[in-house]
């Protein structure tokens, strides 16, 4: 399959706190993308990795990947409310891009 | 640019009417996929294209239909509604293996 799996489903912080959300994959990769959904709006795309880095940073989001644990972190510093959002990984390096469930993160002010 | 536009935003259909969800896209991109997503879940690929007159099959394909004349233009068509397929679709877009770049979507509703 080349579709990612999130975890945890559902995450709630407090603003200012840092979130961290996982994905597993289970074949090679090329490259591995997360994507943001705020409610009912389309995904957008927040950060790629390919699978000869390690780690990436774009303004408060840090991403890492590890291709022998076939798995990628990321990570939301000093999080806002308006961070509030599903967070989806998905295998980047084929014709289909599959999504899984997501991580739906909730930040209370 | 416009990215990639979708019409209609709404639409509410009567079981068994068909109808086309229309997607372009001006970014000059190869990739064109359709997605759908239900209440609570993640995104399920239709139907989805690596170009102009190339087309295939997603994950849950049964009961739409896609063409690709050129590649601006990627419609879905849902034959005969049925209940099963109220959602919100997506449509996106990618050059090669890098990001991709979603539509607004389109709220369909199936009585």
């Known amino acids: 399959s080349q579709q990612g799996e999130e975890d945890p489903q559902a995450l709630s912080i407090q603003e200012g706190e840092n979130a961290t959300m996982n994905c597993s994959y289970k074949?090679?990769?090329?490259?591995l993308q997360w994507y943001r959904q705020n409610s009912g709006r389309g995904l957008v795309h927040l950060i790629l990795?390919?699978?000869?880095?390690r780690e990436k940073h774009s303004g408060r989001l840090r991403v890492t990947l590890d291709t022998s644990k076939k798995s990628s972190s990321l990570l939301i510093t000093a999080s806002r409310a308006a961070d509030t959002a599903s967070y989806f990984c998905?295998?980047?390096?084929?014709?289909?891009?599959?999504f899984g469930k997501g991580t739906k993160l909730t930040v209370n002010p | 640019n416009a990215g990639v536009t979708q019409t209609p935003k709404f639409q509410v259909l009567k079981t068994g009417q068909s109808m086309t969800l229309q997607c372009a896209q001006d970014?000059?991109?190869?990739?064109m996929s359709w997605y759908r997503q239900d209440p609570g879940m993640g995104l399920r690929l239709i139907h989805y294209?690596?170009?102009?007159?190339?087309?295939d099959q997603g994950e849950v394909p049964n009961g739409y239909n896609v063409s690709r004349s050129t590649t601006e233009d990627f419609p879905l068509r849902l034959l005969s509604a049925a209940p099963s397929q109220t959602s919100v679709y997506f449509c996106?877009?990618?050059?090669?293996?890098?990001?991709?770049?979603f539509g607004p979507g389109t709220r369909l509703t199936v009585l």
């Open positions: 074949t090679s990769i090329n490259n």
């Open positions: 294209s690596v170009g102009a007159g190339i087309t």
């Open positions: 996106a877009s990618r050059f090669g293996y890098n990001e991709q770049f």
């Open positions: 998905v295998q980047g390096g084929s014709e289909k891009l599959v």
């Open positions: 990795i390919r699978s000869n880095e």
């Open positions: 970014m000059n991109h190869e990739y």
